[in-house]
Structures are given as C-alpha cells and as structure tokens.
C-alpha cells in the first residue's frame, strides 16, 4: 500500500471502517545511528466528503489549490480523561479541569454553496466538572463564523454567556464565546464551528482557500476558583494580614514607627474587622483606619502599591 518517489513515502487509497496502525520503520545506517521523520496526513471520511462537497470534486479541486499550512488540524473531540482515550495523541482535559489548546492556519476550502451549506468542523467533548468553555476565532474572515454548542442527546443549544468580535489589525479580526458546560451525568458536548463566506474576494476575484486560527480553553469552576483565591500564589498564602499588622493606633512613645512589608486582605476574615464609613447619600465604604496620637510636630510619609491593578482601594490621610 502506498508507493515512494525519491526519498518521500506516500499513501493515497481508500480503507475500510477499522481500526489501523501506521507503522515507520527505519534501518540503521552506517555513518550514524539518527534519524529525522517528518510526517504529514489528511483523512476524510467518504460521508462527510459527499454531504458537504457533492461527488467530491470541490475537495480534490480546492486541495490542490489551497495550501496546506498547518501542521495540526483540529481536534473532533475533546476527552474529559485519559483514561477514556486510547493512549495517543488525543486531546484531553487535564486532572485539574483544564484544557488549553492553539490550532494556527486552519484550512476552510470554499465552494458556491457555503450560504447553504457552510463549511463545518464538529468537535464533540465532555466535562469533568461544571466549566466554561471559550472558543476563539482570528481571521480575515471571522465575520462569515459562527460557534454553536448543543447537548449531544438532546439536541438542545446552549447559549453563550459571551460574545464579542474585535479588530486585532487592519484585516484580522478576533471573535471569542464562552459558554458554561454543566458536567450533568452522561452528558456530551457537540461544538459546531461555521463558515459561510462567499467564494469570492473583495475584488470578485474567485477563491476557493480561507485560513483562520483557532483557540480552545476549559477551565473548571474549580480550577478557577483556585486560581483566583490568595492560597494558589505561596508568596500571597505567606503574606501577613494588614488588618492584624496594622496598629489601630500610633502614638509619641512608637518613636520612629516603622513598617514595612508584603500584606493581604483576604476575604472574608479580614474584611469582618475593617469599619464603616458613610460615603454619599446611601452608601458606606469599608475603610482600615490607623490613629495618629502624636502632640509634637512630625514627619509622615506612606506609600502603598497594589498587587491588584485598578484595586478598589486607596489611602488617605484625614
């Protein structure tokens, strides 16, 4: 099966429903004991070929026009472990719920009928845990997509929390939607990514190759709940409390008060201790006040630097 023209091996044949094994073999050679491979594939499925491209003529015509510039395609299903897999170079949803992924220059081979029938890439995944799933799309042609989620046995479409299109540069643009994926028992996931641009170019110029890029990431409710809390930094988990370093007052015998380090304030704990202080008409604000009890003149200087850029707090001295 297959045949070699110089030193590059090529398969080009149709194979039956089965399971297959694609076997490299290499003979050691005399000058030296290394090799280098490099490996490329494509394989459709006849059904999907014939309902999407009628006799398959559009796929052959448009493959040997459009050039094939990635060397990862993307994925048609996503893993919720491994052990669901078979050991290969699967996609699969880490122990901690995550999921993170980067496929650039994904092909789209246009024809006539892409308003009807648009071009379609089906990923089907499951959840671990109840998660949110963002889907993003960078391209030329972002405007002509669409991402649509639905649960696989009901058929039942599952709305996007968010969604939004920007422009990245002149010609590209980004469009991102993040859906929640609740982890119900037996539930799986289909995500449908569609293209229905025309065949034709800005200057009515036929062509039949569009690119585009695409990143996935799940993140487990979980997962980001850790993420953001103060425990998942160690340098954070160590810091002494404010509230509990700061003195409540500072009088003339702390000569030469001095203090200085890295502090939190961690919720809830610490917010039970900070007091209240009216701020408008109808609501208070939550302040950490420090008493100056001091009859001789003196110099005072603070400074404090938030971790946290655009913090809701700040420092006065009343």
């Known amino acids: 099966m297959g045949k070699q023209i110089g030193n590059l091996n090529v398969i080009d044949t149709d194979i039956h429903p089965g399971d297959y094994a694609l076997t490299i073999t290499g003979f050691r050679g005399s000058e030296s004991n290394c090799a280098l491979y490099s490996l490329r594939g494509i394989l459709n499925m006849h ?9 398959s003529s559009h796929l052959v015509r448009g493959a040997t026009q459009c ?20 050991k290969g170079n699967e996609a ?23 308003v009807l029938e648009p071009w379609t890439h089906e990923i089907i995944l499951e959840v671990p845990q109840t998660s949110f799933l963002q889907i993003t799309l960078t391209s030329e042609e972002v405007h002509n997509m669409v991402v649509k989620v639905y649960k696989k046995q009901t058929g039942e479409k599952v709305k996007p929390k968010i969604k939004f299109t920007t422009e990245t540069d002149v010609l590209t643009e ?12 037996a539930t799986s996931y289909m995500v449908e990514i569609e293209f229905a641009g025309d065949m034709y170019n ?3 110029e036929e062509d039949p190759c569009a690119y585009f890029d695409l990143t996935i990431a799940i993140n487990s409710l979980k997962s980001l709940g850790h993420q953001m809390s ?16 700061l003195p409540g007052e500072i009088t003339d015998s702390d000569l030469d008060y001095e203090t200085n ?9 610490d917010f039970m201790k900070l007091k209240f202080k009216p701020n408008g008409k109808n609501s208070k ?17 603070a400074e404090i630097a938030f971790d946290v850029h655009m913090a809701d707090f700040m420092m006065q001295l009343i």
């Open 47 to 55: 059904s999907a070929m014939g309902a999407h491209l009628a006799g």
């Open 92 to 114: 699969v949803i880490d122990p901690n719920g995550n999921f993170f992924h980067y496929y650039p220059d994904i092909l789209v081979v246009k024809n006539h009928n892409e």
């Open 261 to 269: 380090g890295f502090f939190t304030l961690k919720y809830p704990e």
């Open 202 to 204: 800005a200057y009515g």
């Open 285 to 301: 604000q939550l302040m950490l006040p420090t008493l100056l009890s001091i009859e001789d003149p003196f110099t005072f200087s």
């Open 67 to 86: 050039e094939i510039r990635n060397s990862e395609e993307a994925p048609s299903q996503i893993f919720s472990s491994e052990l669901k897999t078979r």
């Open 174 to 185: 980004e469009y991102k939607a993040i859906f929640k994926l609740d982890a119900e028992k």
């Open 230 to 245: 103060c425990s998942s930094n160690k340098e954070i988990a160590a810091a002494k409390s404010l509230s509990d370093h």
